[in-house]
């Protein structure tokens, strides 16, 4: 089971940019997934969250109206589309999934069972 992100990059303030997260080992088309972020110095904090259909998300204050999570079961990926990057965006990004069939949204990263290996957003002013 195996979660791989990717999409992450340098950018300047204002810019955008997608992250996809693709599983692999097994689908996880029942399952709810996450975005969390680290920055420097600082604890892993949530991000965004969206249920197994598509159909619930939830984001982190500081991200709402700017980012967009969405998945493709069929393809079994996650993205995260970030628009207006701000420098305080700058962080590693990590995709993560909870177990089968919980397939409610979450914002807190005990529920979340598996994790990849986290991808890195630099934003520049």
């Known amino acids: 089971v195996q979660l791989q992100a990717s999409g992450g990059g340098l950018v300047q303030a204002g810019d955008s940019l997608r992250l996809s997260c693709a599983a692999s080992?097994?689908?996880?088309?029942?399952?709810?997934m996450g975005w969390f972020r680290q920055a420097p110095g600082k604890e892993r904090e949530f991000v965004a969250t969206?249920?197994?259909?598509?159909?619930?998300?939830s984001y982190a204050d500081s991200v709402k109206g700017r980012f967009t999570i969405s998945r493709d079961n069929a393809k079994n990926t996650v993205y995260l589309q970030m628009n207006s990057l701000k420098p305080e965006d700058t962080a590693v990004y990590y995709c993560?999934?909870?177990?089968?069939?919980?397939?409610?949204?979450?914002?807190?990263?005990?529920?979340?069972?598996?994790w990849g290996q986290g991808t890195q957003v630099t934003v520049s002013s």
């Open positions: 969206i249920s197994w259909s598509g159909g619930r998300k």
């Open positions: 993560a999934a909870r177990q089968p069939n919980r397939s409610t949204i979450a914002t807190t990263e005990t529920l979340y069972t598996y």
């Open positions: 080992g097994r689908t996880f088309s029942t399952s709810a």
